[in-house]
């Protein structure tokens, strides 16, 4: 019933749940492991819909290896610019990389937020990591770590 259901179908769900006894129901729906999406897996989804292999993921985002391999098993979590890093060698929309950041637990990218918006301008643009940190540098912000 909920797996492949987005969040605002989801949400549309949520209010027209009227009692305890179907907001249960729902609950338990979204809390069985079929419906949880780790962002190792949702990671290997993306990679294989792009064609993009790990190494060459690895490269383009500039992660490190061994590191980029533990990201994908699941022993490493990645820091919210690793994330973007990756998002942006994917090549990903601006709404999977928002998924991508919540499943993390990294924090959705925010507009009103200078360094966010410059990151958002750079994925609607395609941009690369490289290209990204040039962006951020020409505007006084950090570059992606």
Do not use: H
């Not at 993306?46 to 490190?64: A, D, F, T």
């Not at 061994?66 to 929309?93: E, F, H, M, V």
């Amino acid at each position: 019933m909920i797996t492949g259901k987005t969040t605002n179908e989801l949400l549309k769900l949520l209010s027209s749940t009227n009692t305890r006894s179907s907001l249960s129901d729902l609950s338990d729906e979204l809390d069985k492991p079929e419906n949880k999406t780790s962002f190792p897996d949702f990671l290997t989804k993306k990679m294989l819909e792009k064609g993009i292999s790990p190494g060459r993921l690895w490269e383009l985002s500039l992660i490190q290896r061994n590191y980029g391999y533990q990201i994908l098993n699941g022993t490493k979590t990645p820091g919210r610019d690793k994330i973007i890093a990756i998002c942006l060698s994917l090549a990903l929309s601006l709404e999977d990389t928002q998924r991508a950041l919540i499943l993390a637990n990294a924090g959705a990218l925010y507009a009103r937020r200078k360094r966010d918006s410059i990151l958002i301008f750079s994925l609607q643009k395609r941009l690369s990591v490289l290209d990204t940190n040039m962006l951020l540098y020409d505007l006084s912000e950090e570059p992606l770590s």
